[in-house]
């Protein structure tokens, strides 16, 4: 069965470094997804893309953060200066289409630590 | 704007006994609700949906979820739960479906 996955699984950096989370999403889907959740609190939607460009961003996405779709099979998010607070469980999702009763598939996520 | 409230953040239910999941949604409109579940160390699994139609939904692994308009609910059971359920379970509320509106989640734990 055809799954989402993200690499790495566990990622600690030093704080002000950057950080790229890489997914690859299932390969017929044409929406993608990160959503992030901080140790024992909700799961947050960061940003949505499609057709190479965000469609949508929550006021977490800042500038310190960047999506980017390098190779039509990869989707990366990019953390330009990790902080303290960046440090969370990233998940990646895709769609098949912009149905909305349509399932995200998630993957298993990426640990962040920002020591 | 649409979210989500899942008033109970831990639950401890026996193996065998039902099992009834609080979730709440504010949205103007009729929303897209979902269930999800996360075992520990893995990403969000699809337990079941609703849009519209039968109030009632079937999900996999024997739960189920009733929508409530009246109520804004859509609370997850199950009626025998199994040791294998014990994870963290996740009500969310899409609405133009571009991203979802995540609760806070409720921890399952479940006593031999």
């Known amino acids: 069965e055809p799954e989402v996955t993200q690499t790495p699984s566990h990622q600690v950096t030093q704080m002000g470094q950057e950080v790229i989370l890489r997914c690859v999403p299932i390969s017929n889907h044409l929406y993608f997804y990160w959503y992030r959740q901080i140790l024992g609190q909700k799961v947050e939607f960061l940003v949505s893309f499609y057709n190479n460009e965000i469609s949508e961003k929550s006021e977490i996405f800042d500038d310190q953060f960047s999506v980017e779709r390098p190779d039509g099979s990869n989707f990366t998010l990019k953390i330009r200066s990790t902080k303290l607070e960046d440090s969370a469980m990233y998940f990646c999702?895709?769609?098949?289409?912009?149905?909305?009763?349509?399932?995200?598939?998630f993957g298993p996520g990426t640990r962040l630590t920002v020591l | 704007a649409q979210s989500v409230t899942q008033p109970d953040i831990h639950i401890t239910v026996s193996e065998g006994a039902s099992l009834e999941l609080r979730c709440n949604y504010s949205?103007?409109?009729?929303?897209?609700l979902f269930w999800y579940v996360q075992s520990p160390g893995q990403g969000l699994q699809l337990l079941l949906k609703y849009f519209s139609g039968d109030t009632l939904v079937q999900g996999i692994k024997g739960f189920e979820a009733e929508f409530k308009r009246s109520q804004s609910s859509f609370n997850l059971r199950k009626p025998s739960v199994h040791w294998s359920d014990a994870a963290e379970y996740f009500c969310a509320v899409g609405a133009s479906g571009n991203d979802m509106r995540f609760g806070a989640g409720t921890r399952l734990t479940v006593k031999p």
């Open positions: 999702a895709s769609r098949e289409n912009r149905d909305p009763y349509n399932e995200q598939f």
């Open positions: 949205y103007g409109a009729t929303p897209y």
